[in-house]
């Protein structure tokens, strides 16, 4: 039997947000835009008490979307990835805060370390989640002591729910934040028990438990199940996981094909045999920014220029972080009429510098054409090897400086 978990930090920006804004909670608080959202500190004039002034969504005028919400601006019908106009529209007096990633990346590093103390089988999925594997995972000492000892040696999903336990415990004294754990027999089945009982939940789901608690769920809450798929489960007459379940094999193989269709089969019925894996490598690392409006090379040539050298000494970053170099470096920019174009060269060694990948990148962006606005920009390394692996070389000097966003060229 296999002991699966799933580890979902709950609102992890926003609650992030909340650690250092305390008297923002139980408020409806959203996360999304730039720097100009930063609250404002008050002094009165008269105490000399400081309070802070925060934004509010009311008469937003940028193109942005939110990353995140509050559970209380969920409930008002916020969620992560609307437009912020649309959100406006629905919540105006929602608080606004801009996004802090180096923030959210030093808080993902405290609760994976604190997982990884107890249970360091650990497949990481992002910033905010990952996957465990319990098989083999003991209970933790000082719990055996308050455990009833019978249970936890001959039941091993009561070992399960202890360990869980003691996993949400060490993550919310490192962090101060909390999760939800779903503890299955595969990642599937963990994967989605995990939102069952969210905010701050504990699940744990036998195989007898999937007819009562996964069944009666929307088919699209398997992952790997996306809006198209959904849409056309629908039109089938298909819409929950158990009616997907009563479906005929042959009848979805017939209408989705003969492997996605004999996997909408075993999903449903919860089978997943896949492995939890701790040492998949990265293909790349990228990091882009959509834009609250639309931005023209001849009116904001600097802002574009200061933003271009900012996404690559973010990649570089990222990449030392994560011991990595990269011999292919992309860029990706989108135009205000949503065409999208990338351009790649590849070096002749590997490199984390942020001033190679900044030329690299400017090489790429002399290939394409800056006729119309921009509405994003993102620089990408792939083709990567562990900085481990990179030979030695002589120190690059500076790259000469690079006119950026000069004249609109073609390719």
């Known amino acids: 039997m296999r002991l699966i978990a799933h580890l979902d930090m709950d609102a992890f920006y926003a609650s992030v947000e909340l650690l250092r804004y305390p008297e923002l909670r139980g408020k409806p608080v959203v996360i999304g ?42 409930a008002l019908g916020l969620h992560s990835a609307q437009p912020m106009r649309r959100a406006a529209a629905i919540a ?17 590093r405290r609760f994976k370390a604190a997982v990884a103390a107890i249970a360091p089988v650990i497949e990481d999925r992002g910033i905010d989640e990952i996957y465990i594997d319990l098989t083999d995972t003991a209970v933790p000492a000082n719990l055996r002591a308050v ?51 969210k905010p701050d939940g504990l ?34 007459g298909i819409r929950t996981i158990g009616e997907l379940a009563a479906a005929d094999p042959q009848f979805l193989v017939e209408r989705f094909g003969k492997n996605y269709g004999a996997w909408l089969h075993e ?90 990948i900044r030329r690299a990148a400017g090489e ?6 800056l006729h119309r606005r921009i509405r994003l920009l993102g620089v990408r390394a792939g083709g990567l090897v562990p900085l481990s692996q990179v030979p030695n070389v002589a120190p690059v000097r500076d790259p000469e400086p690079l006119t950026l966003f000069d004249e609109p060229r073609v390719p």
Do not use: M
């Not at 996004?99 to 990346?105: I, N, W």
């Not at 090379?297 to 972080?321: K, P, Y």
């Not at 790429?364 to 054409?369: D, E």
């Open 203 to 236: 699940t744990v789901l036998r195989p007898e438990d999937i007819a009562r608690r996964i069944w009666p769920l929307p088919a699209r809450k398997i992952n790997g199940i996306g809006p198209k798929a959904s849409a056309k489960l629908a039109a089938l």
């Open 92 to 108: 105006p007096d929602a608080i606004l805060l801009p996004v802090d990633f180096d923030a959210y990346r030093t808080y993902s």
């Open 364 to 369: 790429c962006l002399k290939r394409v054409t």
């Open 267 to 356: 999903a449903a019925h919860g089978h997943d045999d896949r492995a939890v894996v701790t040492d998949a490598e990265p293909k790349s690392i990228s990091r882009e920014l959509t834009f609250e409006r639309d931005l023209s090379v001849a009116r904001d040539r600097d802002e574009l220029s200061r933003i271009f050298t900012e996404l690559c000494s973010g990649v570089a970053a990222d990449l030392a972080r994560k011991g990595y170099a990269g011999r292919t470096i992309g860029l990706k920019l989108r135009y205000d009429n949503f065409k999208t174009v990338t351009r790649d060269c590849t070096l002749e060694c590997a490199t984390a510098d942020a001033g190679i």
């Open 147 to 197: 455990a009833e000892p019978s249970a936890i040696d001959t039941d091993g999903w009561q070992r399960g729910r202890v360990i869980a336990q003691a996993l949400k415990g060490a993550v919310r004294d490192a962090t101060g934040l909390t999760c939800s754990i779903a503890v299955a027999p595969n990642k599937l089945l963990a994967k989605i028990a995990s939102e069952l009982d």
């Open 33 to 74: 835009g730039g720097r100009r959202h930063q609250p404002e500190q008050i002094t009165d004039p008269e105490t000399g008490l400081v309070a802070r002034r925060f934004r509010t969504l009311r008469g937003y005028e940028g193109r942005g979307v939110l990353t995140t919400a509050t559970y209380e601006a969920r």
